[in-house]
């Protein structure tokens, strides 16, 4: 079982960037697949971004390419979001999760494969 706690939201302006982190409990983080999903107010949960075990594939919605970068330190038990020129509807909550299962040339993109979640943290974009 893997804890997540996520941190570096806050309000920024249009074309600013954030850098989100989750921070996972744990020792066998460096096995799980990682995620990014938002929510906005009144809008169902949506994939962001994803990452296998060894960093070497990642995945992004369309929305987010070219503008966000997901990562990873395993030695650090760490999760990432570089977010750049952001946008309004970027605005959500963003929240972690993580998936048991290892892939090597594949993540999952779909809320329901994965296993553990945290809490969530609010990002605003203001225009």
């Known amino acids: 079982q893997v804890q997540l706690v996520e941190s570096g939201g806050g309000l920024v302006q249009a074309g600013g960037s954030l850098r989100l982190s989750c921070a996972a409990s744990g020792r066998t983080f460096s096995r799980y697949t990682m995620g990014w999903f938002r929510q906005a107010p009144g809008k169902e949960r949506e994939f962001v971004a994803a990452i296998n075990w060894s960093s070497i594939y990642t995945y992004y919605a369309d929305s987010v390419k070219g503008r966000f970068t997901i990562s990873r330190d395993n030695a650090k038990n760490t999760l990432y979001l570089q977010m750049n020129s952001l946008k309004p509807e970027d605005t959500a909550v963003y929240y972690c999760?993580?998936?048991?299962?290892?892939?090597?040339?594949?993540?999952?993109?779909?809320?329901?494969?994965?296993?553990?979640w945290g809490q969530g943290t609010q990002v605003t974009v203001s225009s």
């Open positions: 999760a993580a998936d048991h299962n290892i892939y090597n040339n594949a993540v999952p993109s779909l809320s329901y494969e994965y296993d553990y």
